[in-house]
Each structure stands twice: as structure tokens, then as C-alpha cells.
């Protein structure tokens, strides 16, 4: 029988995303005795298997190249496209919030935690008609870094399957976009890759975890916490239960696990997709721990709409392709022009280009509770075969067996999928009568800026989203809604990620930060790309502060 064995700290983190390694580096920064306990073997949670983009308003690199902006912005900015749930919007959490974003950022890179580099020319979600809403400069990213700086904790930095690692933002926007892989400069993307050139959130966490290495950091890998220890209604630390046998690590608590990704039950509880048409993007280490954890020691939760969720399209591959694949992959070729997405009866039923409002129209229901865009597809023709290919698929090459359907008309497409057959081929006449000139009347698609930036394609004029489905074979495949990591529901914290109980009193010693917290603690229901890594980050430097100082 093994021993139980105890480890004595000032600050217990649980989970090593962002949220965990930023709350480390801060409280050894500030002299405490700190771990990191992670249930995984490798490090980087889903901060790693992320686009890398970490929204700060009014942040100090934009500010130091010229660009204007302020915290008043910033706040009118979260606040405006969180009112159509004013009830969940908390103005005093949103300022620290922001407020905090803006000079952990910058304490981090005087740090020499991280190098930031600002994503150009990249809107917010909803601008310019959203009050405070900016062109540019509050997308932040990590510089470009050899994964040999990492020295023997590279290997423990968990491999991303969604992004191109290697390359830049602006190479990408250079190169038509983030499908349009047939523009891509091939020679650079395998000198990085021979290089380990780490970007987007592979990047961004090998940064923090080369910083925790470097400051001799404790770090404890295949270490599941499963129970949350307490004293006279206090937290004083937390149990975890592995085959190498059970260790308590005493200490405050700071709780970064994650999402409730792959946790049915919470998933059930706070998104409702059903699961023959839903998934994850994320890490299958991401299971809501630290939420049912919370829980039982009388943690109180609360959720956002499902459908305000940043939730989005994308499939599943019929085989996966590494350990611990789900085989969901996330889907950007839908934004792309030649193709549309529609539901049984051939209709389209949103602007399928941008991802909030393909979520909405999918989950909405009919007067008898009925969701009638359930299930999804997305139809395309050979030309966006061509140019763009799908995932892991090059541009013309064959697709994946078993995961895409294709005929030489739309009616015997629309026949092998299950869609009704006049009602796909009325769609795509109306539609393609107007996309020939770049218009969408009816969805709007190709409108929003930041979707015409990011998920356009550049280079295809007049729209880069909006082109006619003119070219045989056509093709199209059953879509999945996919969770991203960025959770719906999760614990309630106060200020400074200090988790709370049911009557509104903060659990001493415990805190929790990133996507385990619901995030009325800060934003609202509104979502911008970015949040949720900034939010993480932001209030695991916070907590920190708040134990220590």
C-alpha cells in the first residue's frame, strides 16, 4: 500500500492554461511557495489548442505604436454586446476586469514572461456598429518562439491540431486567409515546423510554461484532483488521487481547470446540444473539474444562454488521427465563398459566415420546442474544392473517407445526404442569382467586418465570403456544434476570482479563473474572440495578487 503523502505551499494551482501558469508566475513573483497540479500529462490545456488571440482593450503595445483607444471604450464596447442580457452583466467585475487586463499584459511582457505582438487590422467582432467598438488594436498574440527555448519542458507542452503552428497572423492574412491554404507559402510553413517555431495558443503557452520552468516553478503532471479539502468552512487545500497513489497538497486554491467540455452532465446542464449533433474542439482533459469540485464544497454556478456560447461549427472525422484525438475539427471553410449551410428542407436559416449567428439559428426552436435546423450541412461545389480543400484535406485533394458526400448534380446531393431535394435546389438558385455579385439580401452574409478579415477569404473579389455554387461535382457533409473550451456555465466568483457560495460569501481560500467560472464575471453573455484567454489570464494575475498582497 502506498503512503499517503502531503505537500505543503501558499498557493495550490489546479490546471496549467493560461489561467493556472499566469496565476503561478504571479504568486512566486510576489514570494509565495506555489505548484501547478495537473491532471493531463503535458501542459497548456486548451490555451494551447487555441487561435492564440488575447483581447485587451486599451492595451500597451497598441498604445506605444499610436493607436487610441481607453478603458471608457472598452467597457462601452463589452457592455453593449452583453444587453440583450443586462441581468448577467456585473459593471463593477467588467472594470476590474479590463482594467486588470491592461496591466497584466504589460506586467507580463516587463516580466519577461512574454513578448506580445498586436494582430493588425483585425476588428472587433462587432465593429463598427457596436458603441466603443475598434478597427484595430486590442488583439493581442505571442511573438513567435523557438520551442527549444523550453529546453526539457518542451516535451511536456501539449501538441496542437487546429492551427498552423509556425506561421504569423499577418502571413496568414497575407495569404488570402485562414482557409485559403492554396495561397499558403508552403516552403515557410515547413522551415518553421523543422524550426519548432511555436505561435497561436501553442505559443502563447510555451511562453508561460518556459517562465514557470524558469522561476523552478513546482509541477506536478498526471495528478487528477479529486476533492477540494477544507477546515472550519474553509479551503485548505486539495486531494489528489492517482495510480502513483493519493497526495494532499495543502495551500489556497486557486482552480484553473477549464471548461465543461467533456463532462456530459454539465454540457447537458448548461448547452443542451443534443449529442448526436454536438462535440468538442477541446482538450479531452477538459471534463468541468474544477466546477463539480466547487460544487461540493457549496460553490454556487450560474450559466449564459446556450446560445451565447461561442460554440461553432465544424465535424467529425470517421478516425482520429493522434492519442487522445476526439477527431472534432472546427470548420472555417464553411465561411468561404461557394458554400452555404442549410438544414433538412435545403433552407438556409442564418448568415453562415458568422459563427454567433449559425449557433443561434441552429439552436432555435419553434413553438412547440422543436429545433428545426437540426441537423446541419454544408453544401459546396468543386471550385471551393479546389481553392480551399477541408481541414487536414489540401486544396483538390480527395477528401477523407467516409466524412464527405459528393454527386454530379445538387439533387442527388441533396438525395445521399438526406435534404430535401426542391427545397436545396431552390436555395441555391435564389442564392446563387445574387452571390454572382458578391450580395447576400436576405442573411447578410459577407457584412461583418472581422468575418470578412479572418474567415474570408482576401482575395476573392467582390465579397470574400460570397460566391455561387456553380461548379460540379457539389459536395456536402452533416455538421457538428462544437464547444470550444470557453464554457457557458461554471462556478460563480466575486472580485478577484474569489469563488462564492450560495448566499454571496466567499469561500476562503478557495478561488477559481478562466473558463471554470461563469463568465457573468466579467463580460456578460456578449463574447468577442479573445476573451476568454485575456479573462483567464487577467484573474489568475488577480487571485494571486489578492492572496498575497
Known amino acids: 500500500m502506498i503512503a499517503l503523502q502531503e505537500k505543503q505551499y501558499d498557493v495550490v494551482v489546479v490546471g496549467s492554461g493560461i489561467g493556472g501558469l499566469s496565476a503561478a508566475i504571479r504568486a512566486y513573483s510576489l514570494g509565495a511557495s506555489v505548484c501547478i497540479v495537473e491532471k493531463s500529462s503535458h501542459l497548456g490545456g486548451a490555451t494551447a489548442w487555441s487561435g492564440g488571440q488575447v483581447w485587451v482593450g486599451a492595451n500597451h503595445v497598441s498604445k506605444r505604436i499610436g493607436i487610441e483607444d481607453s478603458i ?43 513578448k506580445w505582438r498586436l494582430i493588425p487590422n483585425y476588428e472587433d467582432y462587432y465593429y463598427p456598429d457596436a458603441p466603443g467598438s475598434k ?21 511536456l507542452l501539449v501538441d496542437a491540431p487546429h492551427w498552423p503552428i509556425g506561421i504569423t497572423y499577418e502571413e496568414m492574412f497575407e495569404w488570402g486567409g485562414v482557409s485559403a491554404r492554396d495561397r499558403w507559402d ?21 511562453w508561460f510554461v518556459k517562465s514557470v520552468f524558469e522561476r523552478s516553478i513546482d509541477v506536478f503532471t498526471e495528478q487528477p484532483i479529486t476533492s477540494i479539502l477544507t477546515k472550519s468552512k474553509g479551503v485548505i487545500g486539495v486531494r489528489s488521487e492517482a495510480p502513483s497513489g493519493t497526495t494532499d497538497f495543502y495551500g ?10 467533456w463532462s456530459f452532465e454539465l454540457s447537458k446542464r448548461f448547452i443542451g446540444i443534443p449529442l448526436e449533433h454536438g462535440g468538442s474542439l477541446a482538450p479531452l482533459s477538459i471534463a468541468g473539474d474544477g466546477i463539480s469540485l466547487g460544487m461540493r464544497v457549496g460553490a454556487e454556478v450560474a450559466a449564459v444562454p446556450a446560445t451565447a456560447a461561442p460554440i461553432t461549427p465544424g465535424y467529425r472525422l470517421p478516425e482520429p488521427v493522434f492519442e487522445q484525438d476526439s477527431g472534432f475539427r472546427g470548420c472555417y471553410e464553411h465561411c468561404m ?108 452574409r459577407g457584412t461583418n467586418a472581422s468575418v470578412r478579415t479572418f474567415r474570408g477569404d482576401g482575395d ?73 484567454l485575456c479573462r483567464a489570464m487577467t484573474f489568475g494575475y488577480l487571485a494571486a495578487s489578492e492572496i498575497l498582497t
Not at 489556497?252 to 467540455?261: E, F, K, N, P, W
Not at 464527405?404 to 446563387?432: C, Q, W, Y
Not at 460540379?472 to 469563488?499: D, E, R, W, Y
Open 337 to 444: 465563398p461557394h458554400t452555404i449551410l442549410v438544414n433538412k428542407q435545403g433552407e438556409r436559416f442564418c448568415d453562415d459566415s458568422f459563427h454567433p449567428d449559425v449557433i443561434a439559428g441552429a439552436m432555435r426552436e419553434n413553438e412547440e420546442g422543436f429545433k428545426p435546423n437540426l441537423p446541419f450541412f454544408m453544401i459546396w461545389d468543386e471550385w471551393h474544392h479546389m481553392r480551399y480543400g477541408l481541414g487536414i484535406t489540401g486544396p483538390g485533394e480527395p477528401y477523407v473517407d467516409g466524412l464527405v458526400t459528393s454527386a454530379s448534380t445538387i439533387r442527388d446531393l441533396a438525395d445521399n445526404l438526406g435534404i430535401d431535394p426542391a427545397g436545396l435546389e431552390k436555395t441555391i438558385f435564389e442564392f446563387n442569382h445574387h452571390a454572382i455579385e458578391g450580395n447576400d439580401p436576405h442573411f447578410g
Open 252 to 261: 489556497q486554491v486557486i482552480l484553473a481547470t477549464g471548461s465543461h467540455d
Open 72 to 114: 471608457e471604450e472598452t467597457l462601452q464596447y463589452v457592455s453593449s454586446i452583453a444587453d440583450s442580457h443586462p441581468e448577467l452583466f456585473d459593471t463593477l467585475l467588467a472594470t476590474e476586469w479590463i482594467k486588470g487586463a491592461v496591466e497584466a499584459a504589460e506586467w507580463f511582457e516587463k516580466e519577461g514572461v512574454i
Open 460 to 532: 476573392h473579389k467582390p465579397n470574400p465570403n460570397v460566391g455561387p455554387l456553380t461548379d460540379a461535382p457539389f459536395h456536402g457533409m452533416k455538421m457538428s456544434l462544437l464547444n470550444t473550451g470557453i464554457a457557458a456555465g461554471g462556478l460563480v466568483a466575486g472580485q478577484s476570482g474569489k469563488v462564492l457560495d450560495q448566499d454571496g460569501n466567499h469561500i476562503r481560500g478557495l478561488f477559481a479563473v478562466g473558463e471554470c467560472v461563469t463568465r457573468t464575471t466579467g463580460g456578460g453573455a456578449g463574447y468577442n474572440s479573445g476573451y476568454s
Open 186 to 206: 508552403k516552403g515557410v510553413m515547413d522551415s518553421r515546423k523543422a524550426s519548432d517555431t511555436l505561435t497561436f495558443g501553442q505559443g502563447i503557452a510555451a
Open 135 to 155: 478597427a484595430t488594436g486590442r488583439y493581442l498574440t505571442g511573438e513567435p518562439i523557438d520551442g527549444g527555448m523550453l529546453g526539457e519542458s518542451r516535451k
